[in-house]
């Protein structure tokens, strides 16, 4: 039985590639990742970018002056252990397809947000704060097409806020769609950091990875897929699930 909980498990890999983690820790890591087949597909990948910014680093060609000095054996170590391991897994198979979709094909409505509103209970909503919820509930009853038209109506009268909501809605709509052109330009302006309407960061990065995949843009998708794969929720697999397709096939 593993002892590590999942929450703390790319943190542990992390200490891993860089050689802190005892015998024990290591050993507990290892008979996790063999119950959690995914998370070595992570270790994996996190070596060979390790590897690949220390070559680029040491590359006399990238920067004048003296090579970058670094200490390289505890990855080097982890790297070589990855690398022997793979004989006891077959994750990545052979004849992987060119093109990589996204992992869902539809985000589901629940997902759109309402605009926030801070007031008493007896203030009435603003003109603009209206119009909002109005789209809103026409864009959650179905009516996208109208929904996506009002929202680019209302955005030169958004503040930040009011924006970072529209482009998010506008965004899930889009995709929804099929204009995942749209879809990835709106999401551009989106912050997932960014606290608004409480809007949940690794939801807003799932999308966001699949909106850019959708688009064939694997750079970006990369980007989102990274940090999702850091958050222990429901969509981390899937992150990590892209990271080990978009490695296996730059392998190749």
Known sequence: MNKIPPGDIVKQIDEYLKGRLD??????LWEYMLENPEFYKYLKIQAGLRKKQMDDKNDPGNKPGKMVKEDKKPWLVALAAVILITLMFNFFRSGNDAEINPVTDSIPLAYLITPEVERSSDEA???????LMDIYFDAVS????????QYKELLPQADDTEKQTIYYNLGVLNFNAGNYTASAHALENVGCEASFNNVRADRCLWIKMNSFLAVDDRNEATVYAQKLAEISSSYQEDAINLLGQINSQTEE
């Open 23 to 28: 015998k024990k820790e290591t050993d507990e």
């Open 125 to 131: 909503l603003s003109v603009l704060e209206s119009r």
């Open 142 to 149: 179905g009516s996208a097409e109208h929904a996506i038209a």
